[in-house]
């Protein structure tokens, strides 16, 4: 009876013993380091930055008041730009005011929940500007194949219930990836060499299996990545043949204008998704891997309003317009 006691005594002590080491392992905060570099490089890409983000920001509100208050832009395509511009507001204020303090700082203590949450809202808002991509697709694809039924078919209703179902399943899809992530155990060390909290940093950090998790965003990725690109480009395709048999010359320039901008955008986007997450990173420094994902988190959001305002003739007929009537109040 007393020799079963101790056993029982020594059990309990020894789960004790692994439940307090547990406890002690266990990651409550992270350290980002950022770009490890001299005080003097840090203070131009903190001004650089700086600026990039006031500009995005800039950019970004100018096509959404534009489209606001221009009756001439009320049209599902620049509907959906809107959608991409709150999305890429998102994204930018996601990581760039993060990334800024750690450049002032050199470094940053991050909550391991902020950290969670700053991945959440970054991996949701590039899923939401991919689908949101997908659907504009199919509207210039019915807007010059389909003509005649466009109207119809690309109405306010129709609009209204692709936009919600882009959010929605972002939202739904990314919040499962990320419980699943959150759910894993992370035991250190807390050091993320990078300036912000992506998948690969987070996975290093843990002492969990994580096939499962990679498992599971490669199934994620092919309804909201490798699906949309198709039909992206199966889209594309049916307008480049609908497009050469324009009889006009000056009917073949109006129809390409009309998805060139379009097209750059989801070039822009895929381009730097693909460098950055499906090549291969064996010998590549971490400076370079830091470089293009700054590109992609704070480059894109950039350039997004600038390829759509500078090609697109009637967001800068609504520009001038705007100014026009600034100045005559």
Known sequence: MIKLELMGTKTQERANREKSKYNQ???????????QSTKDINVLVLVFLFIVYILTLGGNLLIITLVSYSKTLHTPMYFFLIQISISDIMLTTDISPNFLYILLHEGETMNFTSCIFQYYIFVMTECTECLLLTVMSYDRYLAICNPLQYIYI?????????????????ICSMMISTITIAGLDFCGPNIIDHFFCDVSPLLKLSCSDTFSVQL????LSVPILFLPFLFIVISYIFVIFAILKIPSSTGKQKAFSTCSSHVMVVSLFYVTLIVIYDLPTSGQSLTISKLMSLLYTVGTPLMNPIIYSLRNKDVKFAFNKLIRNCMNL
């Open 154 to 170: 690309m109405n306010e209703s129709l609009c209204i219930k692709l936009t919600i179902i882009s959010w929605l399943s972002s």
């Open 25 to 35: 392992t266990q990651i409550k905060e992270v350290i980002l380091l950022g770009f």
């Open 216 to 219: 599971e965003m490669i199934l």
